[in-house]
């Protein structure tokens, strides 16, 4: 079988203004470039990412920005003998590029290149994409490994000013500068942004690193002056080259990162190949952690990107390269819809602010913050902190909203349980992106919140089905003022609303059958309520009578369920969750807790890391599809009748494509 990363490792087709990128298949082709040559390798690798990125879409504004940094820095050290780590990867594009990854024609698509490093695909990508301000745990983890084993190789963690926001880089921070002589490269991309312009104090330190004269060139400076004067000069510079601990914090006060233990080199024009190696060059010479802090611009060399304040185009869609301009409008937004209710809320209420961990846009509360300027707080990549924060606002009278992603929330569940629920604190989070999101691949599908907030005390989940009841819920779930609620939605277009047709205790009934006792009570989890009509549908052709119910709250399970699953022969639960501890496993225990013995069959996600691909593609791959659960629940239903009178019809055969 072929390897997949060969497979992967196709060149460029020839275009214009490409002919020196084509050259390259791997770092060691960028030694015999002359310094012209490699700025006009930076210019057509810019040209490169704007014409594939506007077809496919993906983060196109960080890896703008990266692009003399990716070059120095494959040029300075050994990859992959030497490891060139990137923290979160969504800027490692020209990474890729310069390892012999040149075919960007299904990027983030089935079978084409991961929008993040992968390990599938190069020897070059030593960890997968992971969530922001993890690399520097990993850099100390390898660079102890290289310690204990005796290697000299060379480990180098690029982490982004934003990322430095996040707790767990501090916390890696302590135990590098610990080792004084254990090597180790740290290269701040400082941009001034994660998503949107990085905020808190680190980012005030920063700013005042990035608009001083740093203490090297004032030195140098100096030491040109005094060296032409007379007698006294050559002492005077010795004085004043002694005393350079009292002149760096006074003209580049860098002294935070020094009073860690570790060596600071910058800032450095990020955008400067030959600055950028001799900076390099001199921390990979040093023989302890180095931070080497580089300046550098996201969107650089594409005037739209910089024109987008919001985010410098940190992430698109399909574009025209030529204006930025979106290709075709997706419609209403689950994101949007949150995003204006909140707005409404905001003025209904004076008691409602909202948090976001540095992804004020992302999560829809840009709006909220225009209107309400003092009632958002952004606390940078720090969600553990957020959630905590959160329980104290709401401890002092408020009603805090946190809109985070939800594969984002998993960091802060310690949070959620001990400091929110366990003091019984009124905080909503409105969990984005929740489910299969699919083109970002294994760390950003939204798959397990539903089950590991099971497990918290009073916690309250909802999933709305549409853009109504994310209306609805959103105001229910702030309503309640003792307890932690959550409200979880999918990615991209909302659908048309699904209306009742009845209401159950707490649940909407989205089918209701003719039959006295129908065969199946199909429980339909948020934005899945449409695939489970088609189910119900599918089913009925069989001669399979269904009812269709919305529990709209899921956690905890509605005391009306139990006997109305009484009145079946099967109960099925459907979910864009894990099926392990997910809603379906929270129905079964609700029956045996009610004595309840009857069939139940729970479809979601398996317990795996789901590749990237569109999140149909997936969904199929994974026979979460309408036609592949009517297959297997009326298999089911024949079984039961003790017969196989019923079987698939073939217009119910598992769709893959």
């Given at each position: 079988m072929?390897d ?11 275009g ?9 298949e791997?770092?060691?082709?960028l ?26 879409g ?65 020897d ?28 000299d ?24 500068a ?21 905020i ?14 740093g ?29 350079k ?31 950028l ?8 010479r040093?023989?302890g952690?180095v ?26 869609g ?6 930025g ?7 209403l ?31 829809g ?29 709401a ?5 805090p909203?946190?809109a985070?992603?939800?594969t ?18 009124g905080?909503?989070?409105?969990l ?16 397990w ?11 309250r ?14 105001r ?6 003792d307890a932690?609620t ?12 699904v ?13 209701r ?5 129908p ?25 399979i ?20 699953a ?21 129905v079964?225990?609700a ?11 729970d479809?979601?996600?398996?317990p795996?890391?789901?590749d ?15 036609p ?30």
């Amino acid at each position: 079988m072929k390897d997949p990363r060969e497979a992967r490792r196709s060149r460029v087709v020839v275009g214009d203004g490409w002919d020196l990128l084509t050259r390259i298949e791997g770092p060691r082709d960028l030694d015999r470039l002359s310094p012209e040559q490699l700025d006009q390798l930076a210019a057509e690798i810019r040209s490169f990412l704007v014409d594939a990125v506007s077809k496919t879409g993906g983060h196109l504004g960080p890896n703008l920005g990266v692009v003399e940094l990716t070059i120095a820095l494959h040029r300075v050290f050994d990859s992959p003998r030497d490891k060139v780590l990137w923290d979160t990867g969504h800027q490692s594009y020209v990474h890729k590029l310069l390892t012999g990854r040149q075919d960007f024609s299904r990027l983030k698509m089935k079978g084409g290149l991961s929008g993040y490093p992968a390990r599938a695909e190069s020897d070059h990508d030593c960890i997968e994409n992971s969530h922001a301000s993890t690399v520097l745990g990993w850099a100390d983890g390898l660079a102890k490994a290289n310690e204990v084993l005796r290697k000299d190789d060379h480990v180098v963690a690029v982490i982004g000013d934003g990322a430095l926001t996040g707790g767990m880089a501090w916390e890696a921070l302590n135990n590098i500068a610990a080792a004084k002589d254990r090597p180790l490269v740290i290269v701040v991309n400082d941009n001034e942004r994660s998503y949107a312009p990085t905020i808190g104090g680190l980012a005030n330190h920063l700013a005042t690193l990035r608009t001083t004269d740093g203490y090297e060139r004032f030195l140098a400076r100096g030491k040109d002056i005094l060296g032409r004067t007379p007698v006294v000069g050559k002492p005077l510079y010795e004085t004043l080259h002694g005393a350079k601990k009292g002149l760096k914090d006074f003209i580049a006060p860098q002294g935070m990162f020094e009073d860690l233990g570790l060596k600071y080199v910058g800032p450095i024009d990020g955008h400067d190949i030959e600055a950028l190696e001799s900076a390099l060059a001199r921390a990979k010479r040093f023989g302890g952690p180095v931070i080497v802090h580089c300046l550098t611009e996201k969107g650089r060399g594409y005037q739209p990107a910089l024109q987008d304040e919001a985010d410098r185009f940190h992430a698109v869609g399909k574009i025209h390269p030529d204006t930025g301009l979106p290709i075709a409008s997706s419609g209403l937004d689950w994101t949007s819809v949150f995003g204006e209710e909140m707005v409404k809320l905001g003025a209904e209420r004076e008691d409602i602010v909202a948090i976001t961990a540095a992804m004020l846009q992302p999560v829809g509360l840009d709006r909220f913050a225009k209107a309400y300027p003092d009632r958002v707080y952004d606390v940078g990549i720090a969600e553990q902190h957020g959630a905590v924060s959160a329980a104290g606002l709401a401890t002092g009278g408020v009603h805090p909203v946190f809109a985070v992603y939800a594969t984002f929330l998993n960091r802060a569940f310690d949070q959620v349980l001990m400091d929110v629920a366990l003091h019984n604190c009124g905080v909503t989070f409105v969990l984005d992106r929740a489910g299969i999101t699919g083109t970002d691949g294994a760390s950003h599908n939204g798959m397990w919140d539903m089950s590991i907030l099971q497990v918290v005390p009073g916690l309250r989940i909802a999933a709305p089905r549409d853009a109504d009841q994310v209306r609805a819920q959103l105001r229910e779930a702030v309503a309640v003022d003792d307890a932690p609620t959550v409200v979880r939605f999918s990615k991209g277009a909302v659908g048309p609303s699904v209306k009742a047709v009845g209401r159950v205790g707490g649940m909407d009934v989205l089918r209701r059958p003719d039959a006295d006792r129908p065969d199946v009570l199909l429980v339909s989890v948020g934005a899945l309520a449409p695939m489970c009509l088609e189910i119900a549908d599918l089913l009925d052709a069989q001669g399979i009578s269904t009812t269709v119910v919305d529990p709209r709250w899921v956690k905890p399970v509605d005391e009306a369920l139990p006997p109305l699953a009484e009145r079946h022969r099967v109960v099925v639960t459907v979910e864009d969750n894990s099926r392990v501890g997910g809603v379906g496993s929270a129905v079964a225990q609700a029956l045996r807790d009610a004595g309840v013995d009857m069939p139940l069959r729970d479809f979601g996600i398996p317990p795996r890391f789901l590749d990237h691909a569109s999140r149909k593609e997936v969904m199929a791959e994974i026979g979460l599809t309408a036609p592949d659960i009517a297959r297997q629940v009326t298999g089911l239903v024949a079984k039961l009748d003790g017969s196989s009178a019923r079987t698939a019809d073939p217009e119910v055969e598992p769709v893959r494509d």
